[in-house]
Structures are given as structure tokens and as C-alpha cells.
């Protein structure tokens, strides 16, 4: 039962495979070089890999999963139908969802295609036929189906079509999939996902990796995204500054009649008042995009933190440095918000280093601009030196000079803009994914649950062990006798012969045309009682008291069905019921027990020939009744006259079978062993108590009761017979006997048989 129930399970079971994949989380570029941040970073501040726990929260993440449930478009399932079960289309579906709008969460679909160009929806109550491509409306909601020619219709062409909402299959999968490093210092992850189908299993994960690498790419460009919405803004203000500039110095020229190159005049002294003017400018530029930078972060003190333009000043490199730790930690943040909640250590520490960088950042500013205007005033200082020479040049030549020294500070910070510019375009075009696939996911063939080999070895020792535990632990809570060496390993008292257990509901089992296994059984406890006997006395009869340990152990079926057995053989038997306190030997032979009995005769109301009944079953079997129920039983058999009731007994029978009561229970059995000459004592299987058999030890030894044997009544197991007398019931020697219900079937037969 066990191997055929595994046999069962792995034959109807959707087997699960599992896929694998690993990829590399690459370390952020390390910077070169001394500055405040390579300072920091020597004392331990700051650390620029990446935080691999937290990119396994990234890849366990809903929204990681929701895109991936949407771009491999998975909430849609096509099942073909099967007898026993529906086996899943992956990739194969020879009927296609184009377009759907659910009324609610989900949908469930269940399609006969027809041909190649109709088929039926098969709903609750109804069912209605459609061509494909046209819309259907139902209580689900509106849905497209077409026709996939790519693959063979099935013979049946049922197919169940399953919708499901992004959340709970995003959720479904996130829960299955499992994301740990290969190793406690490693940065190589392996993911797993146990999948019914091997192949969508290994599209998630390798969907998984490049919705992650895609994810990390947009995050990265957001940094250089703002820089050049940062740097447009500025070119935008600059172009219109700078158009008026150049238009004011063409109509200042034209108005003046000035000659274009106004420089060459001024010799070496224009030449150096050309540079500082160069400097002054590239100082202002720098001033003004640090201010610009100022401005932008004072509204980030609240809390709100964003990402900051990057490589605005090619000069300061700490200040760059600052600003790319910076945008990493907010990016870093950004993550975190959407997978930890308010309360999460990680998210706590990482908000602290973002406010600590962001004050750096605004310290370095400051400190920078206080730098850039005083190397400005410096060279303000010594352009002002030369511009005492330049007085002698004409004035008009003089306020075109100042007019193109602004024109030249635009023209500058124009120019550096756009240089800019590019070089934030050049790094948003070179930006690479942060996970690089070391082994992709492959369908894996082999199935991990079910597992064939340890279902059935679980089933085989399911099979024996259980079995045997169960065995094992009935045997040892059994308190009951149950064979017929117990009985003589206990006590060593003599076994006469086991009596099965009867089927049908007769008391009288034991008829002259019986083979029935229970017949048998009284025939050879016939014989084996001679064994018990002493040797025989021509002129009295064999007298006999059958008792037990407690009423219900068989005792009067025992003394009835042997009195029977006996009168078969020839024998004139007469059954004595001498058990006054509960008799049942008459109900069993159908007579009244309170008829003309012992206790009529023992107070003297009867004489010996009008309580001496035959049985009417058989001519050789008779029967004393009890009589009416005596209130002092234990005195009445103390009585002479039952001491000449069985001398008159002993003249007329062969055999005397005294029905007794439970030796026990009272004392009556004791105080009638002066008659007898042997004494059966039953024990019921699984009735008896093994405790009760220090009883019969006791009477046993001590020699209570005359030529005492034991019967073990009512055993329902036939390896007792084969153990005990070397033959069974299997072999047609028995006839088998009838149970109550199959006589009533045969009759039923019969009477139609009769009728027809």
C-alpha cells in the first residue's frame, strides 16, 4: 500500500525543477590620487564597495520582480486540459491573450476551440461560441483571443486560461527565490528558483539579472541627468547673456567707427591686462557655478536629499571626490527607502552619512568660493596696475576694451559649460552594469521535488516500519491473553484446545452435520478432555465443572456446545446450571430457566424426574435448570440434597456438565469441586486479563478445583490452528462456516430463484 500510494504521489505530482545562476556585484571605481576623501578613506571613514546585503534586498525586492512578472508578460497561463490533470503550456500555447481588462484581480478562462477560427467559452451556466480576434465580454471582464498557427491544435483543444494580478505572482515568486553569496567574503551571488517548468524558471532569473544591471544603470545616470539639466539651464541664461554682449559691441563699433582689432595697438600692455582679464573670468566662472552649487543644496538641509551635478570644477578633485561619494550614498538611500522601513538600522546609518557628506559638500563650496574671490581680487589688483597705462588709449577705444572684456568672460563660461556638457554625455554613454553574469541560468531536467529514489525508499520504510511499530507496540500495550502458551508459560496448567471465535450469532454451534472450524474445536476438546480424567468407574459417570476468571469469558457457550459434542457421540450428557446467581445454559438450549429447577428440588418442591428436562435438540443431551434466583446461592449448594441429586445423576448419565459460576467472583465453583472429577477453566483471548491467570495459578497450584485444564475461547487469528494441531482451514478440510448474513443473502436467492 505504501510503495503503491508513492507510486501514486510521484505519478499525479507536478514535479519542481530548480535553476541557478550566479553574478558578480562589481566594487564601485576607486579614485586615485592624495586628497581629503583618499584621507578619510585611509583612516577608515569612508568605504567604497558595495554593501552586498543590501544588493540582495535590491534583487529580493517587489518592484525587481513586478517588472520582471510584466516584461515576460507571466501573468498569463495557459493549461491544456487533461483527464486526471491539466498540464501547463509554456511557450506552446496554440491559443494566444492579445488584449484583456479585468473587472477584478484575476480571471479564469475556459476555452473549446472549435476549429481554426471559432471555439467556445465554456462558463458556469452557458456556454457561447466566438470567432478569435473579436472582443468577448463576460463577468470577468473584456478579452482578446487569437489563434497561434505557430503551434498544433491538440486533439481536444480545451484549454484553461488562468490571468493573474502582477502583485500576487510578483509576491509568489519573490518568495520562492533565494539569494545568498557563495561565500562570507565573496562578492559572487548565486540566486535559485524552484520552478513546475525549468525554462520560465531560468528566463526569471536571467530577467532578474537585467532588470537589476538596468535598475542600477538608470540610478547611476541620474547623477549625470541632472548635471546636464544643471549645465542647459546655465547655457540657456549664458547664450541670451552672452548675445547681448556681442550685439552691444557690434553697435558700438558701428556708432564709433572702431577698427575690430583694438588689441594690436595696445601692445604688450593689453596683451597682460588680455590675461588677467582671462583670469578675472575664469575666476568669476568658477565662482559663480560654486554659488550656483551653494544655492542648489541650502533647500537639502531639511532632509530632502538629491543628487548634486558632478566634475563642475576640474581643479579640486576633493570637492569632486565628495560630490561622487555623495550622489552614491543618496542613490544608496533611494534603495533602501523602498525596500526598509523607517526603523531599519542600515537605513538609519545610511542617512547619517548622507547629512555628514552633505555638510563636507557644503563646507568645501564655501570654502572654494572664498578661494576663487580672493584669487580673483588678487588679479583685479593687478589689472588695475596696467590699466593706469591704458588710460593714455583713447576713450572710445577704452569702453570698447571693457565691452569685450565682458563679452570674453561669457564667451569663457560659455565655452566651459559646453565642455562640460559633453564630458557628462561621454560618461552617460560609458556607463556599465554593476552585476556582471558569471553563469547564466540554464534549464535544469532534473527534478528536485518530487525526489523519485527518496520518495520510494521512504515509502518502504514506511511500509515495514510502521507496520511493525504498530505490531510491535499492540503486542506490548496488550494486557489480554492471547494464545495458548501464554497460558502455560504463566501458570503451566494443561491446555485442553483452542475454540474459535463464531461468526454467527447461534449458541449452538456444534450439530450432528457440522464442520464448521468451531465444531472441530468442541470435537477435539472432547477428545483431548479424556487426558484429564482419571481412569473410569463403570458404575458412576463422568462429572465435569466448567468455570472461568470472569463473566463473559464463554463458560456456558463452552459447557453447552461440549455437552452437545458429547451427546453426538453417543454419550447420554446431562448440562447442570448451577451458576444461580446469573444463568444463561437454558436461554441458550431456548428453555426457561425458572421452570421446575435445582432450587425447587433442593427445598424440596420438585423430586429428581421433573427438574431432569430434555434438551429437545438432541436425545442424548438434558438439562437441570437453575430454577428462580435463590437469594443465598453459596448456602443452597451446601445443601445434602444436591449431594443425592448427583449420586441420581451419576446412576443415570454418562457424563455430568456443571455450569459454575466465575471462580473470581464467588466461591460456589470451590464448594461444588466435591462432585467432580475434572475442571475445565476458560480464558477468553483478548478478554482475560494476564494479570487473572495468577488466579488459575493459584488454583492451580494449590489444587483448588480437581484435574484442572485450560481453554483458550474465542481466538480470531487461524495461524493458532495450523501452530497448534499442524493443519488450518486453508486447506478444504473444514467446511466454512456461514455467517448470519450470508444465510439471509442465500435465502433472499433462493426465494427468486423459487419464484421465477
Known amino acids: 500500500m505504501a510503495y503503491g500510494t508513492a507510486w501514486m504521489y510521484m505519478r499525479y505530482t507536478i514535479p519542481e525543477y530548480e535553476v541557478k545562476c550566479s553574478i558578480l556585484i562589481k566594487d564601485t571605481e576607486k579614485s586615485s590620487g592624495v586628497s581629503e576623501t583618499a584621507l578619510l578613506k585611509e583612516l577608515g571613514a569612508y568605504q567604497e564597495t558595495k554593501n552586498v546585503d543590501n544588493e540582495i534586498q535590491i534583487l529580493k525586492s517587489q518592484t525587481l520582480m513586478e517588472s520582471v512578472v510584466r516584461d515576460l508578460n507571466l501573468i498569463v497561463r495557459y493549461y491544456a486540459v487533461g483527464r486526471v490533470r491539466n498540464e501547463e503550456m509554456y511557450g506552446n500555447s ?19 476551440c472549435l476549429s481554426d477560427s471559432t471555439f467556445e467559452l465554456i462558463e458556469e451556466k452557458n456556454t457561447s461560441a466566438y470567432r478569435f480576434g473579436q472582443w468577448i465580454q463576460t463577468a470577468q471582464g473584456h478579452f482578446i483571443l487569437n489563434r497561434d498557427f505557430s503551434h498544433k491544435l491538440l486533439d481536444e483543444g480545451r484549454v484553461l486560461i488562468q490571468i493573474h494580478s502582477v502583485e500576487s505572482l510578483a509576491r509568489q515568486y519573490t518568495k520562492r527565490l533565494i539569494v545568498k553569496p557563495l561565500s562570507f567574503l565573496s562578492s559572487v551571488l548565486e540566486m535559485r528558483l524552484q520552478e513546475p517548468i525549468a525554462r520560465r524558471a531560468a528566463d526569471i532569473l536571467n530577467k532578474l539579472v537585467e532588470v537589476y544591471n538596468r535598475a542600477e544603470e538608470e540610478d547611476k545616470n541620474k547623477v549625470s541627468k541632472n548635471t546636464i539639466q544643471f549645465i542647459d539651464q546655465r547655457l540657456l541664461y549664458l547664450t541670451n547673456e552672452l548675445s547681448k554682449v556681442e550685439s552691444g559691441v557690434q553697435v558700438y563699433k558701428q556708432r564709433n567707427q572702431i577698427a575690430t582689432d583694438v588689441e594690436s595697438g595696445m601692445g604688450m600692455v593689453l596683451e597682460d591686462m588680455a590675461r588677467f582679464d582671462q583670469e578675472i573670468a575664469q575666476k568669476e566662472v568658477n565662482s559663480m557655478v560654486l554659488r550656483s552649487l551653494e544655492s542648489y543644496m541650502e533647500p537639502m538641509k531639511s532632509g530632502e536629499y538629491q543628487l548634486l551635478p558632478a566634475n563642475l570644477n576640474a581643479e579640486d578633485k576633493a570637492l569632486n571626490e565628495l560630490l561622487r561619494l555623495y550622489n552614491e550614498k543618496v542613490l544608496i ?4 527607502k523602498e525596500t526598509a522601513k523607517a526603523q531599519n538600522p542600515a537605513l538609519i546609518s545610511v542617512q547619517q552619512e548622507v547629512s555628514n557628506l552633505h555638510e563636507n559638500v557644503l563646507e568645501s563650496v564655501e570654502r572654494l568660493i572664498a578661494k576663487e574671490d580672493a584669487q580673483k581680487k588678487n588679479a583685479e589688483l593687478s589689472r588695475k596696475l596696467l590699466s593706469g597705462k591704458v588710460l593714455e588709449a583713447p576713450r572710445k577705444e577704452r569702453e570698447l576694451l571693457e565691452i569685450m572684456r565682458q563679452q570674453n568672460i561669457k564667451q569663457n563660461l560659455y565655452l566651459f559649460l559646453l565642455q562640460k556638457r559633453e564630458e557628462t554625455q561621454l560618461a552617460l554613454a560609458s556607463t556599465t552594469a554593476s552585476a556582471r553574469v558569471v553563469d547564466p541560468a540554464r534549464p535544469n531536467n532534473t527534478p528536485v521535488k518530487p525526489q523519485k529514489k527518496l520518495v520510494y525508499i521512504l515509502a518502504i520504510l514506511i511500509g515495514l516500519v510502521f507496520p511493525g511499530l504498530f505490531v510491535l ?167 445434602p440434597a444436591l449431594d443425592k441429586l448427583m449420586e441420581n445423576l451419576s446412576a443415570s ?84 462456516e456461514k455467517s448470519r448474513i450470508s444465510e439471509v443473502i442465500k435465502r433472499v436467492i433462493g426465494f427468486f430463484k423459487k419464484n421465477n
Not at 538611500?333 to 533602501?336: F, G, H, M, S, Y
Not at 447461534?506 to 482419571?534: C, D, H, W, Y
Not at 448419565?653 to 464467588?666: A, C, E, K, R
Request: proline share 5%; net charge positive; with cysteine.
Open 333 to 336: 538611500l533611494e534603495r533602501l
Open 653 to 736: 448419565f454418562d457424563y455430568i456438565l456443571i455450569d459454575t459460576p466465575p471462580v473470581g467472583l464467588v466461591a460456589d465453583a470451590m464448594l461444588l469441586n466435591r462432585f467432580v472429577e475434572a475442571s475445565i477453566y476458560v480464558v477468553r483471548q483478548g478478554s482475560t486479563k494476564k494479570g487473572m491467570l495468577r488466579l488459575l495459578k493459584e488454583v492451580y497450584s494449590e489444587k483448588k478445583l480437581n484435574n484442572i485444564g485450560a481453554v483458550l475461547n474465542g481466538f480470531k487469528r487461524s495461524d493458532n490452528v495450523s501452530t497448534a494441531y499442524g493443519y488450518g482451514y486453508g486447506y478444504g478440510y473444514y467446511e466454512p
Open 473 to 639: 507496540l499492540k503486542d506490548l500495550l496488550n494486557d489480554t491473553v492471547q494464545s495458548e502458551a501464554e497460558i502455560r508459560n504463566s501458570c503451566q496448567v494443561p491446555t485442553l484446545g483452542s475454540i474459535a471465535f463464531s461468526r454467527s450469532r447461534k449458541q449452538i454451534v456444534v450439530t450432528p452435520g457440522s464442520r464448521s472450524p468451531v465444531a472441530e474445536m468442541f470435537r477435539l476438546l472432547r477428545t483431548n478432555m479424556q487426558f484429564i480424567l482419571p481412569p473410569a468407574n463403570d458404575t458412576k459417570a463422568r462429572r465435569i465443572l466448567v468455570t472461568s476468571t470472569a463473566s463473559g469469558d464463554g463458560k456456558t457457550f463452552v459447557t453447552a456446545n461440549l455437552g452437545m459434542a458429547l451427546a453426538i457421540s453417543g454419550k447420554k450428557t446431562v448440562l447442570v446450571e448451577l451458576d444461580l446467581r446469573k444463568p444463561k445454559l437454558s436461554k441458550y438450549l431456548g428453555m426457561d430457566s425458572s421452570n421446575q429447577g435445582i432450587t425447587h428440588y433442593l427445598l424440596g418442591h420438585e423430586n429428581l424426574e421433573s427438574i431432569v428436562r430434555p434438551s429437545n435438540i438432541n436425545e442424548n443431551l438434558f438439562v437441570v435448570s437453575s430454577g428462580p434466583t435463590p437469594p443465598n446461592p453459596a448456602e443452597l449448594v451446601m445443601y
Open 94 to 112: 496554440y491559443v494566444r491573450v492579445d488584449s484583456f481588462d479585468l473587472k477584478k484581480g484575476g480571471a479564469l478562462l475556459n476555452i473549446h
